[in-house]
C-alpha cells in the first residue's frame, strides 16, 4: 500500500507572508487556479480550501461578522468560522478540513499541505466480523515504573512504537502518559505512575515493531494497525487506530490534531484524553495579570474548552463506544501543594457526562483500576450491563502516598553541582538549548523557599532575539517574564 504524503497545495512567498492581514485572507493558486484560506491571528495561521463542505460552494467574506471571523458560503449560505475551522451556520455541525501551514524558519516563506490520501484507513477496509464474548476486551491494569519510563517522552520507543514490544505478547494501545520527562517532574511524575490508566488490546497475538506513518501494519490475519502523524507536533506525537476483525479502535490520546483533524468516523471505540494541566501553566507564574483570580478564571475557562472540545470532536466522529484515559500529573509532593490545589483537572466522568448529553448512541465506559470492558458484549448490546466488568469495591482507586526521597535526594544534590559555582554556566546552558530568534526577554530570579530573592543567588536576563545576556531589558517593545526559580533543598 502506498504511504500517505504531504503536497504542497500553495506557497507564498515571505513578502506575501508579510502582507497577510490579521484575520481572513482570500488566496489563489495561480498554477491550477484553485482557491484557499488563510486565517492569520497574534499566534499562528490556520488555512483550508476555499470549498465548502455541503456541496463545494465558494466562500466569501461575511459581511454580518463583525469579528472578521466567519465567511460565508456564496451557494446555500452555509456559514464557516475559519478562526476555529467550524461551521456556525447550521450551527454545531461540520468540521472544515484543514490544511497545514508550515512557515520556513530560513526563508519566511509559508507553504499549506495536503495530506494524501487523508483518509488512509479507507484504502483497505475489512467487513466487521462477529466476535465472541471476551474475545476483545480493554481491560485497565497498572505498569511498573520501568514501562511508564518507556511509554515517555524521551524513550526512542515512545508513542505508537514503544506499545508494540518484541517479547510480549499483547498489543496495547497506550501510546504513554508521562508527558514531558523532565528530571525536575520526576517527583511529580512517578507519584503517579503506580496508578497510570493502561488499555492494551488482550487477543495474545504478537507483535511487529515495522511500521510507516499512515499505512496499515499486519499483525495477523485479524489485527491491523496504522499511525497517523500529528498535524501539530510530527515529531512528537501520534495517534494509533488498531484494528481487529474489522473492529477499529482509534485512541487519539495526547496527540494535539491527529492526522490533521481528519479521522475515521464511526469507529467501535474511541479512547482520548481529558484531564488538561500537565504542562502547571500558569500555576507557576506571578506578578503582572498572573494574578489569583486570573489564574482561576484561566484555569475553568481552558479545562471546559478542552471538555467541549473533546465533546464536539466525539459528536462528530460518533464512535460506538468511548472511553476517557490516559494519566496526568499528580503534584504529590508537599511543596506542590499551591499547584495541587489551583491547577484543577477535567475527570473521566465529566467529560463521560458531557459526551453522554451530547451523544446519546455512544456508549461511554469510564475505565477504573481491575475493571475491564468487553467490546464484543457492549457493541452487541449497550445496555448489556455484563460488558463491563466492576473492580471490586475493596480497589483503591487513587494512590495516596509516594516514596519520594529516591528523586529527592538526587534533585537536591544537583542544586550544589560544581557547574553552579562559575558564571558561564548560564550562556552555555541557553546555548546549548538553541532557543533563539524570538522576542522574549526572561528574567531568572533565583529565590528561598518564600519566594524571596536569594542572598547571592543568580539574577540575570536572556533576551532570546539574540541568545544574549543583557544588564538591563532592551529598548525595543517586547514581552517580557520572570521566573523564579526556587532553590532550596527539598
Ligand atoms: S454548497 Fe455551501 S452551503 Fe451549499
Avoid at 491527529?258 to 468516523?265: D, E, M, T, V, W
Avoid at 503582572?288 to 471538555?307: M, P, Q, V
Avoid at 459526551?355 to 455512544?362: E, L, V
Avoid at 544534590?413 to 560544581?418: F, G, K, P, R, T
Wanted: proline share 6%.
Amino acid at each position: 500500500m502506498t504511504p500517505q504524503v504531504s503536497r504542497t497545495v500553495l506557497r507564498l512567498e515571505a513578502s506575501e507572508v508579510r502582507e497577510l492581514k490579521y484575520g481572513i485572507n482570500f488566496k489563489k493558486n495561480p498554477e491550477d487556479g484553485k482557491c484557499y484560506i488563510v486565517f492569520k491571528d497574534k499566534d499562528k495561521a490556520r488555512a483550508c480550501k476555499n470549498q465548502c463542505k455541503h456541496q463545494g460552494g465558494l466562500f466569501i467574506k461575511d459581511i454580518e461578522d463583525l469579528d472578521g471571523r466567519t465567511v460565508r458560503c456564496t451557494k446555500h449560505f452555509w456559514k464557516l468560522d475559519v478562526s476555529t475551522m467550524e461551521y456556525v451556520n447550521p450551527p454545531d455541525s461540520f468540521l472544515q478540513d484543514e490544511l497545514e501551514v508550515v512557515v520556513s524558519d530560513t526563508d519566511g516563506s509559508m507553504e499549506l499541505v495536503e495530506l494524501n490520501p487523508p483518509d488512509p484507513w479507507t484504502l483497505d477496509p475489512r467487513e466487521a466480523q462477529d466476535l465472541q464474548p471476551g474475545e476483545l476486551t480493554l481491560p485497565h491494569f497498572e505498569i511498573t515504573r520501568r514501562e511508564a519510563a518507556r511509554y515517555s517522552h524521551l524513550c526512542w520507543r515512545h508513542l505508537a512504537a514503544g506499545v508494540l514490544v518484541p517479547g510480549e505478547k499483547r498489543c496495547e494501545l497506550n501510546k504513554h502518559h508521562c508527558c514531558a520527562f523532565r528530571r525536575m517532574a520526576e517527583c511529580m511524575l512517578f507519584a503517579r505512575l503506580s496508578r497510570l490508566t493502561i488499555v492494551h488490546i488482550d487477543v495474545e497475538k504478537g507483535y511487529t515493531n515495522s511500521f510507516s506513518y499512515s499505512v496499515i501494519s499486519k499483525v495477523d490475519e485479524h489485527l491491523r494497525f496504522m499511525i497517523l502523524m500529528d498535524g501539530v507536533h510530527p515529531e512528537m506525537d501520534t495517534c494509533l487506530i488498531v484494528e481487529y476483525k474489522g473492529h477499529m479502535i482509534l485512541n487519539t490520546v495526547d496527540c494535539t490534531r491527529p492526522n490533521n483533524g481528519r479521522l475515521p468516523q464511526g469507529v467501535d471505540v474511541m479512547m482520548s484524553d481529558f484531564a488538561g494541566g500537565a504542562s502547571g501553566f500558569p500555576m507557576t507564574f506571578h506578578g503582572g495579570k498572573y494574578t489569583e483570580s486570573w489564574k482561576a478564571d484561566f484555569i475553568k475557562n481552558e479545562r471546559k474548552k478542552l471538555l467541549n472540545y473533546k465533546t464536539q470532536l466525539v459528536k462528530s466522529l460518533q464512535p460506538k463506544i468511548y472511553c476517557p484515559f490516559a494519566g496526568y500529573f499528580t503534584e504529590a509532593h508537599p511543596s506542590d501543594r499551591y499547584i495541587k490545589e489551583t491547577n484543577i483537572k477535567n475527570s473521566a466522568e465529566d467529560l463521560n457526562a458531557s459526551i453522554r448529553k451530547a451523544c446519546p448512541n455512544t456508549l461511554t465506559w469510564t475505565p477504573s483500576p481491575c475493571s475491564v470492558l468487553d467490546v464484543a458484549q457492549a457493541l452487541a448490546d449497550q445496555s448489556n450491563r455484563e460488558a463491563i466488568t466492576q473492580p471490586p469495591n475493596t480497589t483503591k482507586i487513587y494512590k495516596d502516598s509516594w516514596d519520594f526521597d529516591l528523586y529527592l535526594e538526587e534533585l537536591n544534590a544537583a542544586i550544589s553541582n560544581d557547574i553552579f559555582e562559575h558564571k558561564s554556566w548560564i550562556q552555555f546552558y541557553y546555548n546549548w538549548a538553541g532557543f533563539k530568534g524570538y522576542n522574549l526577554v526572561i528574567k531568572v530570579i533565583e529565590t528561598d523557599d518564600d519566594f524571596k530573592p536569594l542572598d547571592g543567588g543568580y539574577d540575570y536576563l536572556v533576551d532570546f532575539m539574540d541568545l544574549s545576556f543583557p544588564d538591563k531589558r532592551p529598548e525595543r517593545d517586547h514581552p517580557y517574564e520572570e521566573v523564579i526559580d526556587k532553590i532550596t533543598e527539598i
